[in-house]
């Protein structure tokens, strides 16, 4: 089955031609080391079962996000996993896997607990059963707890699994962590770019602490305000915009049009300024402000414009919300780009049927829209709201594609909790005018996510990204240190929690 990040949204193809091309992806490396120890234990089976998990690795992982580095034989002494560690670093590698072939000297465990002191990147330790009936042959259960004990004991934070490499859900395992790894070291030290300078008036909890998240995520801000991008777009020719113009209302999929041509030029080119500004900067995604400023002095609607920015895989949160454009550019690279973040609010429950409802005003990349129903090219609905004559477009409003999902985000003011569950888009009626997605969750209950939203006065925008991610984001999320809000059963009135 295709996945949403390999589809084409409705114009992509023409930006595509257009606009910088897309930097080359993050590779990461992770390093895999075997420890054993020959003089006590079995060394024959030690090397085959070493050599079956290399190759558990290099079959699981794919080749074009990760290298895995690894040495021939398991190490046995403290000096050669020193060394070995110390080469690893120089080949900048970005999380380590230590394969327990057996069980170990203590020495080498204290030497592996130091190193991971002073260069704290991720570790797990992977461990799985042995034969029995005769003498213990690796003793490999015992030699984890006694490395996670020094570990431990030394202050080094782990993951570890116990599993065997010929398991059938192995290789999902051993991939969380390695998702987790790549997301953390491919945001390191990159930029997201606020295009427009700034949160949208009164919306307190769309702003974070730029310098929590350089700590905590490696992220740096470009704030740039709306005249550079709008001079950046000038280099697009009439014509060009005319070709977008033509090829998204003659779609076969576009159901209608009530905008303007000269709103849908400007949209338009403001939408291809965006994007080549962004590939130019090399921004892992940006957030836009879309409001007040596009509407009073502007004279459009800029959600559509950001629709087809994600279109060619660029996360765009609407109202320059911080904290949802964090969740979107973690959930992309922690998926390795293939989930298709998109921005929305909770507009509706329903316990009996276990649904929620989210909307938001029609800036969903088009790759999420329900082929059945189509789209629509609109002025904006909540503008209409005022004065239908006032309201202006672009915005592309359809309903979602029903399929698998992960809702979350990254809470105000400073990324530290995150609130996150498992959901299936299913069939509905469009509830609302816009982006509209009802959703049956799967982890838990309509009724007991709304009472943890309320009750911890969480943000008011989420992130739908495709797939079941939750197993993943929890990995991501115990390396940079953010706390999971925990979901509990609905009393249907709580005291809400102050946040700290």
């Known amino acids: 089955m295709e996945s949403y990040a390999s589809k084409k949204g409705v114009v992509s193809h023409l930006f595509e031609k257009l606009i910088a091309p897309a930097p080359a992806k993050y590779k990461a490396k992770i390093g895999l080391v075997g420890v054993g120890f020959e003089m006590h234990f079995d060394w024959v089976s030690i090397l085959k079962n070493y050599a079956i998990a290399k190759a558990c690795l290099k079959r699981e992982f794919p080749s074009e996000s990760f290298e895995v580095i690894c040495p021939e034989a398991p190490i046995q002494t403290k000096e050669d996993m020193l060394a070995w560690l110390e080469q690893a670093k120089k080949q900048e590698v970005d999380g380590v896997i230590i394969y327990q072939a057996s069980y170990i000297a203590g020495d080498l465990a204290a030497t592996t607990a130091r190193w991971f002191v002073q260069n704290p990147i991720p570790v797990l330790s992977w461990s799985h059963d042995e034969a029995t009936g005769g003498r213990l042959s690796n003793n490999r259960l015992c030699g984890q707890n006694f490395l996670l004990n020094i570990l431990g004991s030394s202050g080094v934070k782990y993951s570890w699994i116990f599993e065997s490499p010929e398991s059938p859900t192995i ?29 949208v008036p009164g919306f307190y909890d769309c702003e974070l602490n730029e310098i929590a998240l350089l700590k905590r995520f490696g992220l740096l801000v470009d704030r740039v305000d709306f005249e550079t991008i709008w001079k950046h777009g000038e280099k697009f020719k009439e014509e060009d915009i005319e070709e977008i113009k033509q090829a998204l209302l003659t779609h076969p999929l576009c159901k209608f049009n009530n905008v303007t041509n000269e709103r849908l030029n400007k949209s338009l080119r403001l939408s291809l300024a965006i994007a080549d500004y962004s590939r ?221």
């Open 171 to 199: 290789g999902t395992h051993l991939l969380s962590f390695a998702k987790a790894v790549y997301a953390k070291a491919s945001l390191n030290q990159r930029t997201i770019g606020m295009i427009g300078g700034f949160r």
């Open 280 to 500: 130019v900067n090399k921004y892992i995604g940006v957030g836009l402000k879309n409001w007040p400023e596009l509407f009073d002095h502007y004279d459009i609607a800029g959600d559509g414009a950001g629709a087809l920015v994600q279109d060619i895989g660029i996360p765009v949160a609407d109202e320059s919300d911080m904290g949802a454009l964090v969740s979107m550019v973690v959930f992309n690279q922690l998926s390795l780009e293939q989930c298709v973040p998109t921005l929305v609010d909770m507009s509706l429950i329903s316990e009996e049927k276990n649904r929620l409802g989210f909307w938001h005003c029609g800036g969903a990349p088009t790759k999420l829209m329900k082929p059945e129903t189509g789209y629509e090219v609109r002025n904006h609905s909540i503008l209409e709201n005022y004065s239908e004559e006032s309201s202006t477009g672009m915005l592309i409003e359809f309903l979602h594609n029903p399929g698998q999902i992960t809702m979350a985000k990254y809470m105000y003011p400073d990324a530290a909790t995150v609130l996150t569950w498992e959901a299936d888009i299913r069939p509905s009626e469009m509830a609302f005018r816009g982006s509209y997605a009802e959703i049956e969750p799967v982890t838990h209950k309509a009724g007991d996510i709304l009472s943890a939203i309320l009750n911890n006065g969480c943000d008011h925008h989420w992130i739908i990204a495709r797939g079941y991610m939750g197993t993943d984001l929890a990995e991501f999320n115990h390396w940079v240190g953010v706390e999971n809000i925990k979901i509990e059963k609905s009393n249907a009135y709580l005291f809400g929690h102050s946040k700290k």
